[in-house]
């Protein structure tokens, strides 16, 4: 057992550009990596989005506040809203984040090790969630 007093440390701040995320992301840790479980608060600004990629032993993403998007290899962006839960499979290739038009926050718990790949096209990113 171990417990986690207080924050689990500083908020990040990942901008664009990078390697895993597209536009502004917040990541502010819940609970730092632990026998292989990781968790984070996320927010995402309008259009802000993850990296094509993928979880080792998956990933449950908890919707807090907003309105964005969770897309699979092979399927069409779903619209994902405050109150929704997820399950990502083991390995399932995948990216999420805000619409264009409204920010979201999330808190994703990740499952073993996340492998990260290319960007979102502005091609594949859908313009609006509000339909
Ligand atoms: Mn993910």
Partial sequence: MK????RAGA???RRGNGDT???VVWADPV???TDGVTINTVCFEPGGRT???SHERGQILQVTAGQGWICVEGGKPEVIRQGDVVWIGPNERHWH???ADSFMVHIATSLGK???QEAVSEHDYPPSALR
């Fill in 3 to 6: 417990v986690f007093h207080g």
């Fill in 11 to 13: 908020a990040s701040e």
């Fill in 21 to 23: 995320f597209t536009g």
């Fill in 31 to 33: 609970m730092p990596s």
């Fill in 51 to 53: 990296y094509w990629h």
């Fill in 97 to 99: 984040g805000g619409s």
């Fill in 114 to 116: 996340s492998t990260w």
